[in-house]
Each structure stands twice: as structure tokens, then as C-alpha cells.
């Protein structure tokens, strides 16, 4: 391609094609590489769901429960959740919720 030769709205054409292109580039070389991670897991017999899940780091163990809403829980560690918050505003303790 010589660039000398292509008029201006050809030069246009071509700038807006190359910044799409570079909007997208991140993006199609996560999606190029998920692919590939996926077919090396499913070569081994596994999905990569199956291998990546619970592996973001450390896990910590769940002190406190919603009392009511056993699914939401905490572990006492970082910002305290609003249930928790509004469990100890309308009379809960902490130990009232420990689990």
C-alpha cells in the first residue's frame, strides 16, 4: 500500500479503519487468548470454568450470616456489608450473627 499514491478521502477511509481497529485490538487478543485456554483445558477434560473457579487468591471463611437472609454472608474483614449495618441498628449485636 503506498500511501503517497491514495487521495485524501481514501487517507480518511483508511485513518478511520486503523482507529476502529485500534479500539478493538485488546479486546480481540483477550478474546483470542480465552479461546486458546479453552481448547487447552478441553484437551485435558475439563471446562475452564472447572479449573479457574475459586482460585483469585485466598479464601476467607465467613464469620457473620444475615439473619434474615442466610445466603449473604461476611467475614469480618473490609467495609461492613449494609445488612450488617442495619442488623446492628435495629438492636442485633455482632455475636447475634456470628456464625
Known amino acids: 500500500m503506498n500511501l503517497d499514491e491514495m487521495s485524501k478521502d481514501e487517507l480518511l477511509?483508511?485513518?478511520?479503519?486503523?482507529?476502529?481497529?485500534?479500539k478493538t485490538v485488546d479486546q480481540r487478543k483477550k478474546a483470542d487468548a480465552l479461546k486458546a485456554a479453552e481448547m487447552a483445558a478441553k484437551e485435558h477434560g475439563f471446562s475452564l470454568d472447572q479449573l479457574t473457579k475459586g482460585?483469585?487468591?485466598?479464601v476467607s471463611v465467613a464469620k457473620y450470616r444475615n439473619p434474615d437472609d442466610a445466603?449473604?454472608?461476611w467475614t469480618g474483614r473490609g467495609r461492613k456489608p449494609t445488612w450488617f449495618l442495619n442488623a446492628l441498628a435495629a438492636g442485633k449485636s455482632a455475636d447475634d450473627m456470628e456464625i
Open 13 to 22: 477511509e483508511l485513518k478511520g479503519k486503523v482507529e476502529k481497529a485500534l
Open 55 to 58: 482460585r483469585s487468591g485466598s
Open 71 to 73: 445466603s449473604q454472608t
